[in-house]
């Protein structure tokens, strides 16, 4: 929510624009709307020989816990350039053959994450500025009660799993985040 219009400085109020049904910030002063809409967090699945690259997070939120390379998309980015851009500042890694393979709705934060997955180019990793340290695992000795995130914990659970099965899907999940990691997972169309 902001409170001052970013067009003019003139404070801003909450209400219904003329034919909109949300309540928006918007300045009378110069008509200025403002919108918010989710926002989309991309990131990578990276395998090399078997093993999967991991970061553990050296910045809140959940610093000190491991993730898989993610963040925020930027403006005049692809997907995939994204989860390539997260792979490298996050892990210093370089991957290739990337694959879209889950696409997570988490409506009561406002985002949508998306993971590709990928295999890492010539085996280097090391850890980038929001990272302590980078770490390959294998599924065996994935570090599961120190995963960042609900979203990271079911993108790593469905790739053994498709992974065990011979194949990769792609796989359309909801995330509900207050309601104790419930979630509902929807098979792609056919
Ligand atoms: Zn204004």
Redo the contacts with the bound molecule.
């Keep these: 929510m902001i409170l001052f ?1 970013p ?4 404070p ?1 109020r909450q209400r219904i624009p003329a034919g909109d049904n949300r309540q928006r910030g918007v ?1 009378d ?4 709307i403002h919108y918010e809409n989710p926002r989309l967090v991309l990131g990578a699945v990276i395998e090399w020989q078997g093993e999967i690259l991991l970061c553990r997070r050296a910045i809140e939120p959940r610093a000190g816990l491991w993730t898989l390379p993610a963040g925020f998309m930027e403006n005049g980015e692809s997907t995939d350039a994204a989860a390539a851009r997260e792979s490298w500042e996050e892990a210093r890694a370089r991957i290739d053959q990337a694959q879209l393979f889950t696409l997570i709705d988490i409506p009561e934060i406002n985002q949508v994450h998306v993971f590709y997955r990928s295999f890492l180019r010539d085996g280097r990793h090391a850890p980038g500025e929001e990272s302590l340290e980078t770490a390959l695992f294998s599924e065996t000795r994935i570090p599961w009660p120190q995963i960042a995130f609900q979203s990271v914990r079911l993108t790593l659970e469905h790739y053994f799993k498709d992974r065990r099965a011979g194949v990769f899907g792609q796989h359309r999940l909801l995330l509900r985040q207050r309601t104790a990691g419930r979630l509902a997972s929807r098979p792609p169309r056919p």
Excluded: K, T
């Design positions: 219009c067009q003019c400085g003139q801003v300045c002063a110069c008509g200025y």
